[in-house]
């Protein structure tokens, strides 16, 4: 699958306010070649949440809706059921739906709603300082953690696609990374088929991407491709967890 360098017309031409070497600018990215090459544009409607992609309306161009903390998934639920024939994503950082969102998330799964979820999972808490989150991995340090997550203290590494895939209602789950250039091929290749499954009607799809945040890790852009590379993907593998239709779409 080839990207393009040309700008997509689901791109607006305003200019990315993240932080050197964030994710975010190039899921964004990814997003709209996607919507793009879909031809969806003017039926697709984006949920952004609380959180470092607060934005998102100054970057897409096509309609997006602000939800309160946490709270995508139940928007996206009521816009779907409104207007069914619309192509409904969330977009949302592992501080806003790993953790306020853990309800909305799951029980969006359980219903099976026809919605696709991108989610974005730097292991920190990105806009507020980079606290620690549900998925900060042990020995991860953060600002809360400065010495390191450590397990009695601080519990478990939650991995949110695992529990994802275990919900009966979930279609189509799979994680995915950016931290190479045969990795953001692959990114772009699982929001494709997310968005391909809500197309044909088969319902919730979960894409949950591995991305990178050297403001809060303390590390320059090289640095953070690197520890991902060697840190978080032992405690998140990556790959295809669920797919009930088996299909490469």
């Not at 070497?21 to 949920?47: A, K, M, P, T, Y």
């Not at 934005?55 to 998934?73: L, Q, S, T, V, W």
């Not at 009966?168 to 190479?180: D, I, K, M, P, T």
């Not at 088969?202 to 945040?213: A, D, K, N, Q």
């Amino acid at each position: 699958m080839e990207i393009a360098f040309d700008r997509p017309r689901s791109l607006t031409a305003s200019p990315f306010r993240y932080c050197p070497g964030c994710g975010h600018s190039l899921i964004h990215r990814l997003i709209g070649e996607c919507i793009d090459e879909l031809r969806i544009r003017d039926i697709v409607v984006g949920i952004a949440p609380v959180g470092c992609a607060v934005f998102a309306y100054d970057y897409f161009n096509f309609d997006i809706i602000e939800a309160a903390h946490g709270r995508p998934p139940a928007v996206a639920t009521a816009l779907k059921r409104v207007l069914p024939g619309r192509i409904i994503f969330s977009y949302q950082g592992d501080g806003d739906l790993a953790a306020i969102g853990t309800a909305e998330i799951i029980h969006s799964a359980c219903r099976g709603e026809n919605i696709s979820v991108f989610f974005v999972n730097n292991a920190t808490y990105g806009m507020t300082g980079g606290q620690m989150a549900p998925t900060t991995i042990p020995g991860q340090r953060t600002t809360t953690t400065p010495r390191g997550r450590s397990l009695p203290a601080d519990g478990f590494t939650l991995k949110v696609s695992e529990l994802i895939s275990a919900i009966e209602g979930a279609s189509f789950v799979q994680r995915v990374s950016l931290h190479s250039h045969a990795n953001v091929v692959a990114t772009k290749g699982a929001i494709m088929k997310a968005f391909r499954y809500q197309i044909a009607g088969r319902g919730f799809s979960f894409v949950e991407i591995l991305s990178p945040c050297p403001t809060d890790w303390g590390m320059l852009p090289v640095a953070s491709a690197a520890w991902i590379n060697d840190f978080m993907i032992n405690a998140f593998p990556l790959g295809i967890i669920k797919d009930k239709f088996r299909e490469t779409i």
